[in-house]
T-cell receptor
Framework: TQLLEQSPQFLSIQEGENLTVYCNSS?????LQWYRQEPGEGPVLLVT?????EVKKLKRLTFQFGDARKDSSLHITAAQPGDTGLYLC?????????FGEGTQLTVNP | NAGVTQTPKFQVLKTGQSMTLQCAQD?????MSWYRQDPGMGLRLIHY???????DQGEVPNGYNVSRSTTEDFPLRLLSAAPSQTSVYFC?????????????????FGQGTRLTVV
């Protein structure tokens, strides 16, 4: 079983600060995905990274896939209250995804 | 497009009762899955399907049954509810996108069913 570990589990910051959350595994993944989940809703896909060393940007969010394809990070610049949510990384393909435990991010105004 | 629709949104069951959680998608996706989400444990795969008539077990299948008679529908049945099945259940459908080494699947999730077993 491939496992994904996310850190930190909880993060509370002030508006305008930068932050990075991590997703690590002992296994190689062909691709990793990041989702954001808001209370009472299902996860929503943010990005998929497929190539070792790949960097993708989505406005203020920067996603990186490790060279060995075992880890990924999500960096948010100048966080805003609207960024508050549970951030989940997931690996696998098709109908079988393995999820990390998630990072609960709270951005205070 | 409604996407992935789950019903009901909330349910309370007594121990030993059975029920079916409904999931329907209107995107013609081949793949569908059921996950449960518990505090501090992320989402765990219960059962999944790669097409109509084909299902298989995920990480935590005990106590649950599924069937996939059509592309659109993927119901999850609880045979005899137990308090350990108290959780939030999510249905997802997914499809392949990209080409070559960039071929990946993208998943769309429903809004979830919050189930409490007392």
């Amino acid at each position: 079983t491939q496992l994904l570990e996310q850190s930190p589990q909880f993060l509370s910051i002030q508006e305008g600060e930068n932050l990075t959350v991590y997703c690590n595994s002992s296994s190689v993944f062909s691709s990793l995905q990041w989702y954001r989940q808001e209370p009472g809703e299902g996860p929503v896909l943010l990005v998929t990274v497929v190539t070792g060393g790949e960097v993708k940007k989505l406005k203020r969010l920067t996603f990186q896939f490790g060279d060995a394809r075992k880890d990924s990070s999500l960096h948010i610049t100048a966080a805003q209250p609207g960024d508050t949510g549970l951030y989940l990384c997931a690996g696998g393909v098709g109908s079988r995804l393995t999820f990390g435990e998630g990072t609960q991010l709270t951005v205070n105004p | 497009n409604a996407g992935v629709t789950q019903t009901p949104k909330f349910q309370v069951l007594k121990t030993g009762q059975s029920m079916t959680l409904q999931c329907a998608q209107d995107m013609n996706h081949e793949y569908m899955s059921w996950y449960r989400q518990d505090p501090g444990m992320g989402l765990r795969l219960i059962h999944y399907s790669v097409g109509a008539g084909i299902t298989d077990q995920g990480e935590v299948p005990n106590g649950y049954n599924v069937s996939r008679s059509t592309t659109e529908d993927f119901p999850l049945r609880l045979l005899s509810a137990a308090p350990s099945q108290t959780s939030v259940y999510f249905c997802a459908s997914s499809y392949w996108t990209g080409t070559g080494s960039s071929l990946v699947t993208e998943a769309f999730f429903g809004q979830g069913t919050r189930l409490t077993v007392v």
